[in-house]
């Protein structure tokens, strides 16, 4: 995806802001290095109504993980989804606080701060077609 398209998910979705991480991990694509994937729940804002998607967001050849979270559970998102490339390595970086609705500056503040993110060489969104959420779902692979 260009940088022009995630910008414009991120404000679709408002960051994703008081949505749900339904998952967070790492697999192994056939023939590829490892990748990320998130799949968060939240409110679509460009369209009228009141429409919530499943949006995967998929990092791939993955440099760095790290999720420090309780697992067995949902957890809701409070300080939105960062998406922000350092260098040539793009950051999903899921409610770290940086600021008043800020991004982080640095791959080390995020290190520092963000207790949930992937970098890796590129990045895709996809909103499911199913507009239900699955509290269930597992990794899915492309």
């Given amino acids: 995806m260009t940088e022009e398209e995630l910008k ?9 802001d008081d949505g749900l991480v339904v998952s ?3 697999f192994y694509p056939v023939g590829e290095p490892p990748a990320a994937q ?3 729940y939240a409110k679509n804002h460009s369209v009228p109504g009141d429409r919530w998607d499943t949006v995967k967001i998929i990092v791939k050849d993955v440099a760095e ?8 559970q949902p957890n809701s998102i409070c300080a939105g989804v960062h998406l922000v490339k350092f ?6 970086e899921i409610d770290g606080v ?3 609705a800020e991004d ?18 590129d990045v895709h969104a996809y909103v499911g077609e199913n507009r239900q959420v699955n509290l269930y779902a597992s990794l899915i692979t492309l």
């Fill in 65 to 72: 993980l790290s999720a420090r979270w309780k697992g067995n």
């Fill in 104 to 121: 982080p500056k640095s791959i080390d503040e995020v290190r520092q701060l963000g207790d949930c993110y992937a970098t890796g060489r």
């Fill in 87 to 92: 260098d040539d390595l793009w950051c999903l």
């Fill in 24 to 26: 967070f991990g790492f």
């Fill in 98 to 100: 940086y600021g008043e």
């Fill in 8 to 16: 414009k998910l991120l404000a679709d979705y408002h960051n994703f």
């Fill in 38 to 40: 998130a799949i968060l």
